[in-house]
């Protein structure tokens, strides 16, 4: 449950929370969403490569993942042998826990924009191929990965079809993080405005 829900309803809360604070971002997105003609497909094959395609969907929910990296603690490894890494030994059996929040914000991994700003196009530039792991790397990450994305991107497209999404009086009140199970808001609080279209 935790898996596969907290997390997915957790990037959703932080996708609206940006969406409500960067409104030229919600615009992006809205345009590239209502370029789409929903109503040509026959399949639901057609769905899944129409919202595949939409390229500005795609790096504004890798942004928001990068921002808020849900289950670092999830990423646990134990070293099964001893090694020596850039000068620092690493003994048989020592429990590693990489710091998500470190990597995600480093300004050589993510510059040259600073980044604490939600800035969707870094991600077109080539990055460093673990630069970018909220979902954790190698054999043992999620296994939920693609089924996430796509949930995650159905779920913005329906929702900025029918509504913009605005900040309200509590809005940057209620986004503290806190780390529990997972890292998330205490709440998030926003208006939704009924589109016209
Ligand atoms: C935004 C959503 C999600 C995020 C950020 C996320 C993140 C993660 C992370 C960081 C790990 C640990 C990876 C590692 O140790 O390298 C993990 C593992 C896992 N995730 Fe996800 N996850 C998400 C959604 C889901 C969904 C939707 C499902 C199931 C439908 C799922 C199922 C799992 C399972 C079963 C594991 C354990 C895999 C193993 O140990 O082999 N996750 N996830």
Redesign the pocket.
Same mark, same amino acid.
């Given at each position: 449950m935790i898996?596969?829900?907290e #997390? #997915?309803s957790?990037?959703l809360a932080c996708s609206t929370y940006i969406l409500a604070t960067n409104p030229k971002v919600q615009d992006k997105l809205i345009e590239e969403i209502d370029q789409i003609k929903w109503d040509d497909r026959s399949h639901d094959e057609d769905t899944y490569e129409l919202v595949m395609n939409l390229s500005y969907l795609e790096i504004f929910v890798r942004e928001v993942?990068r921002m808020y990296?849900? #289950? #670092?603690k999830?990423?646990? =490894?134990q070293c099964n042998q001893t090694i020596n890494i850039s000068g620092h030994i690493i003994e048989k059996n020592s429990i590693i826990q990489p710091d998500?929040f470190s990597i995600h914000y480093d300004p050589d991994l993510w510059g040259p924009e600073d980044p604490n700003l939600f800035i969707p196009e870094r991600h077109l530039a080539k990055r460093h191929p673990i630069a970018w &792991?909220?979902?954790?790397?190698?054999? =043992?990450?999620?296994?939920? &990965?693609r089924?996430?994305?796509m949930?995650?991107k159905m779920c913005l497209i329906e929702l900025l079809q029918q509504y913009r999404i605005l900040p309200s009086d509590k809005t940057e009140e209620g986004f503290q993080l806190r780390e529990k199970i997972?890292i998330g808001p205490d709440a998030v609080f926003i208006k939704l405005e009924k589109r016209s279209v």
């Open positions: 898996a596969g829900y #997390t #997915t957790t990037a993942l990296p849900i #289950t #670092t999830g990423q646990v =490894r998500i &792991m909220p979902f954790g790397v190698g054999p =043992r990450n999620c296994v939920g &990965m089924f996430a994305l949930e995650l997972s």
